[in-house]
């Protein structure tokens, strides 16, 4: 399927260079196939790391990581170059992968400024005696690669000590929230500050993040995952 069409495209097209973007990681495998065969230079670009990525390596077993390892190695043995997210990331898959030293090159992650930036400027000092401190946090909370907990234990604490709090912040979690930090929600008695919300559209989570006055961003477990 994939590396078929790839080929269609390459008969047609005679492209210098093929970049694959991964995940899923069955692009890289593709790709590594369509440049032996035929002989076009290959530019793996990575989000998140196949081999070593804080999420996968939290659910998949051991047997099953050694062999994504192994497939690994012999796909980017085609490499004619490797881009990953972070400094962290590039050690980590020279340190994996030697034969890739001088071919690793960082791309750090960046965003697009047009629908957000520039519409309107919305500070702390604007929501003091307007409106609540709107503290908002969009997209994929893992449980236990990219999450909230401390957070929401910190809340708990500020509202133990100064309820009145509850008119001055609200926070809201929108995407894919795992079960237990909805269950933390409401079993620490935080539904009034801490709203969840599903997926939500572009234009809609866009004003979302406009009308917020602090963007949250979850720190992974590690250093070689963007959040």
């Not at 449980?143 to 001055?168: F, K, M, T, Y």
Request: charge should be positive; charged fraction near 25%.
């Amino acid at each position: 399927g994939l590396v078929r069409a790839g080929a269609r495209i390459i008969r047609r097209f005679r492209p210098s260079v093929i970049v694959s973007i991964a995940y899923p990681w069955t692009t890289h495998v593709a790709a590594a196939v369509l440049s032996k065969v035929f002989g076009t230079p290959w530019i793996a670009d990575y989000g998140d790391p196949w081999t070593g990525n804080p999420c996968s390596d939290l659910v998949l077993p051991q047997w099953r990581r050694r062999i994504d390892e192994k497939v690994e190695r012999r796909v980017l043995s085609r490499a004619s170059a490797v881009v990953v997210t972070s400094d962290a990331t590039r050690e980590h898959y020279l340190g994996l992968f030697p034969f890739l030293r001088g071919r690793v090159e960082v791309v750090r992650g960046g965003f697009q400024e047009g629908p957000v930036v520039g519409r309107r400027q919305i500070g702390l000092e604007n929501s003091v005696g307007s409106h609540p401190l709107r503290i908002l946090h969009a997209g994929r909370i893992y449980r236990r690669a990219r999450s909230p907990e401390q957070l929401l234990r910190a809340v708990r604490r500020l509202l133990n000590e100064c309820s009145e709090l509850e008119r001055e912040l609200s926070i809201e979690l929108v995407g894919e929230v795992d079960e237990q930090t909805c269950e933390q929600v409401c079993d620490w008695s935080l539904s009034r500050v801490v709203k969840v919300a599903p997926w939500k559209t572009r234009a809609a989570v866009t004003e979302d993040l406009r009308r917020a006055d602090v963007l949250l961003l979850l720190a992974n477990r590690g250093g070689m995952q963007v959040p």
